[in-house]
């Protein structure tokens, strides 16, 4: 399987300008929110303060025509005004009160920008090497890619079953993806780190791929993991575990004790008064170097796991080592 992060951001650039500072060091954790470059303010920081004034100047218009309208009001009902007068003082305040709108939406705006030139972190994560240098012009016109920040804290683990993984699911009444109430555990993975050490944590599988690839004959599973210490990183291949199953009480045997053959499996049980009889059972799935028996045998029952090719049925033995069936869960 392949790890990949929980969440990679590219951090962009919105507005264009000169890189003036760089506010992180490379590789390390930045917060969310934490402001990481700055371009150059001075060209935006001037536009805010040309639409400032420009907002003062349509206020003080605004408040002109609202007077102009309130002198005229009277004299209109006094018959001291004619209604063109009225209408007159109605349309200038209320288009000086539109201008005081757009004056107050570009500044908004003319602030917005400014606050681009402070480039922050959407999250939190560990920040990548920087993508460009400090004096690069950067933005819409330029390099606006600047760095990634990658948030790992859990990692989603991607890899691949059959379709005959598919069948054996359903066959456990296991429905990938989805957590089931009536049962007391959910399908988890482990993972293999590449010194041959079994990762400690465990992953719980939360997608699975509706179809099979054509091509491969497989479907996508992915499994959310977590990674307080961030010994996973994002890109890295490893070997993934499924479990499908959980069996209380099974009974597990050595696989070497196992005869196979067209009629079936089966074992030589020691009975308590040394004879051997072969009896079939019915096998489920290998753990390593042993085998889940689902039938045939119990709990304490001695098993030939040495020698047994020249054993027969119902032959008296003298065990020199015994095995004992065991339960596991």
């Known amino acids: 399987g392949r790890i990949r992060a929980q969440q990679i951001v590219e951090i962009r650039a919105r507005v264009e ?3 003036e500072k760089m506010l992180f060091a490379e590789g ?3 917060k969310k929110n934490q402001a990481l470059f700055i371009i150059d303010p001075k060209l935006y920081r001037a536009r805010v303060d040309k639409v400032r004034a420009q907002l003062n ?3 003080a218009q605004a408040l002109k025509a609202q007077r102009d309208l309130n002198r005229i009001r009277p004299l209109y009902e006094q018959n001291a005004a004619s209604q063109l007068d009225l209408d007159n003082a109605v349309a200038g305040y209320e288009s000086a009160a539109a201008d005081v709108a757009v004056s107050e939406a570009d500044l908004t ?4 920008t400014l606050g681009y030139t402070t480039v922050r972190s ?3 994560g560990y920040i990548s090497e920087r993508n460009a240098d400090i004096g690069t012009l950067v933005g819409p016109g330029g390099k606006s890619l600047l760095a990634t920040v990658v948030k790992s804290d859990s990692v989603r683990v991607d ?3 059959t379709a005959l993984d598919y069948l054996r699911t359903k066959e456990r009444n296991v429905t990938l993806g989805h957590k089931d109430s009536t049962r007391k555990w959910d399908p988890y993975v482990t993972v293999t780190l590449a010194d041959g050490s079994q990762y400690p944590h465990r992953g719980l599988v939360d997608f699975a791929d509706p179809q099979v690839d054509p091509q491969t004959g497989t479907f996508s599973v992915r499994a959310e993991m977590p990674n307080p210490d961030h010994v ?5 291949f490893t070997q993934v575990k499924l479990l499908l199953d959980v069996r209380e009480n099974a009974v597990v045997v050595p696989s070497k004790a196992l005869v196979i053959e067209k009629g079936g499996a089966y074992v030589f049980v ?4 040394s004879v051997v009889e072969r009896r079939f059972v019915e096998i489920g799935p290998e753990l390593q170097n042993n085998t889940v028996v689902e039938r045939g045998l119990a709990r304490g029952e001695q098993l030939v796991v040495e020698g047994y090719h020249k054993l027969q049925h119902g032959m008296r033995v003298l065990p020199v080592a015994d095995y004992q069936p065991e339960k596991r869960q």
């Open 122 to 124: 959407p999250i939190a």
């Open 109 to 112: 705006q003319a602030e917005m």
């Open 232 to 236: 996973l990183l994002p890109g890295q």
């Open 270 to 273: 020691v009975r308590p008064d």
């Open 28 to 30: 390390t954790y930045v």
């Open 159 to 161: 890899f691949s079953m």
């Open 57 to 59: 100047k349509a206020r």
């Open 17 to 19: 300008g000169y890189l």
